[in-house]
């Protein structure tokens, strides 16, 4: 039996924050926070500035998306 189960209910409840705690760090260290750019370095159209003042981009949304369903 795993031990979380079997601290019931809080032990399981306090490894699910902890595991999420853990995902959205890693998820920050992986996130670009450099400038903005001003043209996507992917297709080269420029980058609209409310995207590029909402979050440090290199991309525009298009390809932002699309680079991230190819990385899946």
């Known amino acids: 039996m ?8 809080d032990a399981i409840m306090e490894r699910m924050e902890q595991m ?3 995902f959205i760090e890693e ?12 043209d996507c ?3 080269g159209e ?3 500035e409310s995207r590029r003042k909402a979050i ?8 932002q998306t699309a680079l991230e369903k190819n990385s899946k």
């Open 2 to 9: 795993s031990s979380a189960w079997a601290g019931g209910t």
């Open 46 to 48: 420029p980058i609209p």
């Open 27 to 38: 998820t920050r260290k992986s996130m670009y926070t450099g400038e903005s750019a001003i």
């Open 56 to 63: 440090a981009c290199k991309y525009c949304l298009p390809c």
């Open 20 to 22: 999420t705690t853990l």
């Open 41 to 43: 370095e992917e297709c």
